[in-house]
C-alpha cells in the first residue's frame, strides 16, 4: 500500500463561523484572520494505492460553479485536484473508488462536472464507485434548512443516476472493522448526520482522515466548535471521546482543511488533550 496527500485548492471562510462561541481574540492566535475576518482553509484529499484499487478520499470543490459562488469563498493558489495527480503519474480515469466523508460541497464537490459541451452533468471519476451511506444519503438528499446551502443538488444527484454510488455498511457502535474498502471508520454526528472519519493503517502507524471533526489544529481544545456544526454538544463529546484516543494511542491526525500544518499529533495535559507536534507528510511517511 502507499497512501499520498493530494492537495486540491484552498479557499477562505469567515473565522467567526469556523469557532462559533469562541473570541476572535483568542482564535486568531492559531488561525488568523484578514480584514475582511476570512481565514485561509485547505482542501486537502488522500489518494490509497492498494493493489489494483486507487482510493480517493474527498474531492475538493470541483471547478463547475459559477464565479459568484466561488466569489463567495475566495479561492487562492494554484493547486488541483488534476494538477496533484497528474505529478504522481495518475488521472482522474485512473480512480477505482471515490470515498466521501460527507456530501458538504467542499468535501465532494470535485465529484462531478460538466460534460464537453456543459449541456449536462456527469461524474468526473468514470470508472470509480462513489461511496457514501444510507444515512447520511438521505440527510443530504431530504436537507434541513439549515444545511441545505451545503448540500447542493448538483454534486449528489448526479452520482446516483450514473449507478456509481455505493453504501458502506454501518454498525451499531458507530465503527466499522475492515469495512468494504479495507479501512476502518468511524462515524460521527455532531458536524452533520454519520460523517464518517477513516482510519488507516500505514507504515505502522494510524493515519486519521479528520474530514469536519477536526478542521485546523485551532480547533482541538472541546469548546472550539464550528457554527457549521448542527448538533455542537455532540462535536464537543465526540471530539472528547476521539481525542483522548488519540493521544493515548498517537494517532497522527491528516488535517483536511488546515492550509499551514498537514498532520499533528496530541498529548495529555493539565487543561485537557492538546496539540503535540505537526509535520508535514513525508516527515512521517518517507
Not at 88 to 116: A, R
Not at 151 to 156: C, D, G, Q, R, T
Request: with cysteine; net charge negative.
Amino acid at each position: 500500500m502507499k497512501i499520498y496527500p493530494i492537495e486540491t485548492g484552498n479557499f477562505k471562510l469567515d473565522g467567526g463561523a469556523m469557532f462559533g462561541v469562541v473570541p476572535k481574540s483568542i482564535w486568531q492566535k492559531t488561525n488568523p484572520a484578514d480584514a475582511n475576518n476570512l481565514i485561509e482553509m485547505s482542501m486537502r484529499s488522500l489518494l490509497i494505492e492498494d493493489g489494483n484499487r486507487l482510493t480517493l478520499i474527498d474531492t475538493g470543490l470541483g471547478n463547475k460553479q459559477s464565479d459568484k459562488f466561488f466569489g463567495y469563498y475566495h479561492l487562492f493558489g494554484d493547486k488541483t485536484l488534476d494538477s496533484s495527480l497528474a505529478k504522481l503519474g495518475f488521472c482522474k480515469d485512473d480512480i477505482t473508488d471515490v470515498f466521501l466523508t460527507h456530501l458538504h460541497f467542499d468535501h465532494c464537490g470535485g465529484s462531478i462536472e460538466f460534460n464537453k459541451d456543459k449541456t449536462a452533468y456527469q461524474p468526473a471519476f468514470k470508472n470509480a464507485k462513489f461511496w457514501s451511506n444510507k444515512e447520511h444519503w438521505l440527510w443530504a438528499t431530504e436537507p434541513n434548512a439549515r444545511e441545505k446551502a451545503s448540500f447542493l443538488k448538483e454534486n449528489i444527484i448526479p452520482i446516483k443516476e450514473s449507478g456509481q454510488l455505493e453504501f458502506i455498511n454501518l454498525s451499531e457502535d458507530n465503527y466499522i472493522k475492515n469495512s468494504e474498502l479495507n479501512f476502518d471508520i468511524l462515524c460521527v454526528d455532531g458536524h452533520t448526520e454519520k460523517q464518517m472519519i477513516p482510519h488507516l493503517n500505514y507504515k505502522g502507524k494510524t493515519l486519521v482522515f479528520m474530514a469536519d471533526l477536526l478542521p485546523t489544529i485551532g480547533h482541538i481544545p472541546l469548546p472550539y466548535v464550528m457554527s457549521y456544526d448542527t448538533r455542537p454538544l455532540l462535536t464537543l463529546n465526540e471530539k472528547q471521546s476521539f481525542l483522548n484516543l488519540a493521544a493515548d494511542k498517537n494517532y497522527f491526525l491528516f488535517l483536511e482543511h488546515d492550509a499551514h500544518n498537514e498532520i499533528c499529533t496530541v498529548k495529555h495535559t493539565e487543561k485537557g488533550v492538546r496539540l503535540d507536534k505537526t509535520y508535514t507528510f513525508n516527515e512521517i511517511f518517507n
